[in-house]
C-alpha cells in the first residue's frame, strides 16, 4: 500500500534533521522482528554525523530475469534507512515527477525517488541476522 506515508514521514525527519543531528531515518514494517542488540551492533558500523552522507541501506531488491537486472532497484521494505540529506531529497526535491516514479509498492516508490538523486548513492546491504520478516519466521516455527 502507498499513501504516501513514507514520503511524509521522510519529509517530517528531514525537517527535524536541521536542528537535532540524527544520523539515519528508518522505516519498518509491524511485522519485522529486528534483534536489538544485533542491530546496534550492526548500526555502529555505519557512518555517522557528519559523514552520513548519500546512504541508503536495507535488503537491496533488483529486478531482472535470466541473470540480468532491468527496471527498479530498491531496499526491501520490511526494514531499509536513509541518510537524512536522502530524506531531503525524497521530502522537497523538486527533480522528478512523483506521479511518474509512484507505484503501489512504498518500498519501490522510495528506491525510485532515491535513485533520481543526481549523486552516487552509498548502498548498506542489511545483515539478515539483524532482522527476519514476520512470514519467514513463521515459515520456519511450523
Known sequence: MNDGKSDTWFRYASLLSESLYFDYFGKIDTDTLV???EFFSFLSTWPSFPNNVRIYGGRYIVWGRHGKAYGHTYMAGHLYWISPD???????SNLFDRNR?????EDM???????????????????ESVAEEAKVISESIY
Do not use: K, Q, W
Open 35 to 37: 534483534y536489538p542488540s
Open 86 to 92: 536522502i530524506a531531503r531529497f525524497i521530502g522537497f
Open 101 to 105: 516514479l509512484c507505484t503501489d509498492m
Open 109 to 127: 516508490t522510495t528506491g525510485s525517488y532515491v535513485n533520481m538523486m543526481p549523486n552516487l548513492i552509498h548502498h548498506i546491504e542489511l545483515d
